[in-house]
T-cell receptor
């Protein structure tokens, strides 16, 4: 089955700097890659997603890149702000299994 | 649209009791996923259901755990004879079609004493 690995597990960046979180997946059939943000004590919420027919997607300060050959994808947050502090999860799913498998999460802290 | 509703938000059970967790998906959504989250850990897949069918239960322990999503009413995750190790947050998520955004509920925090 699908296995998603995520790193780093914790990340601390200065406010205004960029943050990058990386994930790899094992199942070459996976074709949908969402990213979720979870604030303390709250539900995970989708922040951006990408499908395998696209190499990059951007939404304001957030971008995701996908390398299908290498089976890895990354989240980039630019001009980080205090409200970006949270745990971020990458995930992958394929059209046959359809279940969404999550990475282990990255705790992002923004230093003022 | 009220979003994905889970209840109860907090549930305390003594060892050996049964826990029933409910999840009402968003209106129009027929795909439900259950995840378990231990403190400071990730979202571990448990089971994926469509109306009246279990599609994938590969992440759910074979004993004591069961899930259903009846034609009418919420999806239920049932844990029989709970043990301390079952203490966790249980999240459900729903989607209208597979491989699209899954919307999460607020979670049920189960504490076994």
């Amino acid at each position: 089955g699908e296995n998603v690995e995520q790193h780093p597990s914790t990340l601390s960046v200065q406010e205004g700097d960029s943050a990058v979180i990386k994930c790899t997946y094992s199942d070459s059939a996976s074709n949908y890659f969402p990213w979720y943000k979870q604030e303390l004590g709250k539900r995970p919420q989708l922040i951006i997603d990408i499908r395998s027919n696209v190499g990059e997607k951007k939404d304001q300060r957030i971008a995701v890149t996908l390398n299908k050959t290498a089976k890895h994808f990354s989240l980039h947050i630019t001009e980080t702000q205090p409200e970006d502090s949270a745990v971020y999860f990458c995930a992958a799913s394929d059209s046959s299994a359809s279940k969404i498998i999550f990475g282990s999460g990255t705790r992002l802290s923004i230093r003022p | 649209n009220a979003g994905v509703m889970q209840n109860p938000r907090h549930l305390v059970r003594r060892r050996g009791q049964e826990a029933r967790l409910r999840c009402s998906p968003m209106k129009g959504h027929s795909h439900v996923y259950w995840y378990r989250q231990l403190p400071e850990e990730g979202l571990k897949f448990m089971v994926y259901l469509q109306k009246e069918n279990i599609i994938d239960e590969s992440g759910m322990p074979k004993e004591r755990f069961s899930a259903e999503f009846p034609k009418e009413g919420p999806s239920i995750l049932r844990i029989q004879q709970v043990v301390r190790g079952d203490s966790a947050a249980y999240f459900c998520a729903s989607s209208d079609v597979p491989n699209t955004e899954a919307f999460f509920g607020q979670g049920t925090r189960l504490t076994v004493v």
